[in-house]
């Protein structure tokens, strides 16, 4: 790539950094077919509120394979939803001081071939959190993992947007410790409105039988086709998983500099660690562009995990003890998702290369346990697209020094519990091929302190144990 740098592809290189450059960010979108081609849409919906029914403008989004094949996965991926609501509509359904949205949305989409039909349910599409503008329409986009299809005949599918429904929450000013304000909205395609996403070709096999589709409950990429009945099958939403606890605690050593001063009167010692699991999910906002995003996310097939050496040191000391524990965040290659303007999908894939983590939790009588989670990593960038056209970033992007995390909490590490702190994204380094030299511009996108982390830790769980996926904590 040589050449000036226009304006609206510096915008798409930022929006490629951000989706790699926050910390554990896993969205589960999947492995995508090759030869995709973009579906955009815009559409108009008739939204139910208490005072009667307001017009808003959707745009859709969507990757689709440009072929399928009977039997095999019909998989749409990079699913994006930005609802343009108007300010009223905004002032009737939330409180007068919300200063950012975020919420769910689910989509009902048609699959059609020929004279079959099956209802799709695009449900968890999510928004991590969009700031309200000072005047205007407010643009909440959600995007997420949707079912895949598969069909036992040749013939075009037909994938038409339907109903959609909208859960919009906004979090309590300030620290009240409120509970956030939340508000459905229920919205149907406005009359005469086209919501056709996209058609796919499916090719009728030349011999033999063709096989029947399978139930979209395992893996498309190696799962065989079951004897199911001939039609449409659209599959249920992926489901989350990890795997199950090693039974081995991790290699590695205590960060002397991430340990308190032993108190006067206390003595420390060495243990025995054991091999425990636990599973973090939350969100990261990103200052410079002023919106969030999910950290492993829950929605993910895939759901990566902090493997620990659960008590490798003791302090006791009088009204004090220290339980010290070795982590390592195992967050396997993930494809991230993130949305341009709101709308634009952009895709990378992204290599976490963590170093260990040292987390401390002290114990006073009287008083709330204290966790202090420390550790670093690189973010390495790979496998760029925007729109689905590939983007050369070189073999070697990645952050030029690790990324500092330390995190805080009032909780006993064993039960699990909220944790928070402020991610400072380094410069990224080696970024560009064919002469052109990328840093720079990735740099100053993103690069930067004062991104906030809000990480929900889950329950210790044992060796061979599955951990349980916590549930994401409140903007």
Not at 173 to 189: E, I, M, V, W, Y
Not at 205 to 228: F, I, V
Not at 403 to 409: A, M
Not at 433 to 450: F, I, K, M
Request: hydrophobic content about 35%; glycine content about 12%; charged content about 20%.
């Amino acid at each position: 790539m040589t050449g000036a740098l226009s304006g609206g592809r510096t915008a798409r290189l930022a929006a490629v950094v951000v989706a790699a450059c926050v910390l554990g960010l896993l969205p589960g979108s999947g492995s995508a077919a090759r030869d995709q081609r973009e579906a955009r849409l815009t559409a108009a919906y008739d939204c139910t509120l208490p005072s009667g029914t307001r017009q808003v403008e959707v745009t859709f989004g969507a990757t689709f394979p440009e072929r399928g094949a009977v039997g095999k996965p019909i998989r749409p991926a990079a699913v994006s939803v930005l609802t343009s609501l108007p300010r009223p509509v905004v002032a009737e359904l939330l409180p007068g001081e919300t200063a950012s949205v975020a919420g769910t949305a689910a989509l009902a989409t048609t699959v059609a071939q020929g004279r079959q039909r099956a209802e799709a349910e695009w449900a968890g599409l999510a928004s991590a959190g969009m700031e309200l503008p000072a005047q205007g329409a407010v643009d909440v986009g959600f995007s997420g993992d949707v079912p895949y299809v598969t069909v036992a005949s040749g013939g075009d599918v037909t994938f038409t947007a339907g109903k959609l429904d909208l859960t919009l929450t906004a979090p309590a000013p300030g620290d009240t410790g409120k509970r956030p304000a939340s508000a459905a909205l229920s919205c149907t395609p406005a009359g005469g409105a086209d919501t056709l996403l996209a058609t796919v070709p499916v090719e009728t096999p030349a011999t033999g039988t063709p096989p029947a589709p399978s139930t979209g409950s395992a893996d498309p990429d190696t799962e065989t086709p079951r004897d199911t009945p001939k039609g449409i099958d659209a599959g249920p939403q992926p489901r989350a998983a990890t795997d199950a606890c090693p039974p081995q605690p991790p290699a590695g050593k205590l960060d002397p500099k991430r340990l308190p001063s032993v108190p006067p009167g206390g003595e420390a010692s060495d243990l025995e660690p054991t091999s425990m699991c636990a599973v973090p999910a939350g969100f990261a906002t990103l200052r410079k562009l002023k919106s969030s995003a999910l950290v492993n996310d829950p929605r993910g097939r895939q759901i990566g995990r902090m493997h620990l050496a659960m008590r490798m040191r003791e302090v006791r000391a009088p009204d004090y003890v220290e339980y010290d524990h070795l982590g390592i965040m195992q967050l396997p290659d993930t494809e991230g998702t993130f949305l341009a303007f709101g709308f634009q999908p952009i895709t990378a894939k992204v290599r976490f290369e963590p170093e260990p983590a040292t987390i401390v939790n002290i114990i006073r009588p009287g008083e709330r346990p204290v966790t202090r989670v420390g550790y670093r990593q690189h973010l390495r960038l790979y496998d760029v697209r925007v729109n689905g056209v590939p983007l050369d970033v070189g073999p070697r992007c990645r952050t030029s020094r690790p990324v500092e995390t330390e995190l805080t909490g009032s909780y006993p590490v064993s039960e699990g519990g909220l944790l928070e702190g402020e991610l400072d994204i380094p410069p990224l380094g080696g970024c560009g091929t064919g002469g052109e030299d990328l840093d720079t511009l990735l740099s100053g996108a993103v690069s930067g302190p004062g991104n906030a982390l809000k990480i929900r830790q889950g329950r210790v769980c044992g060796a061979g144990s599955t951990c349980k996926i916590p549930e994401l904590p409140d903007l």
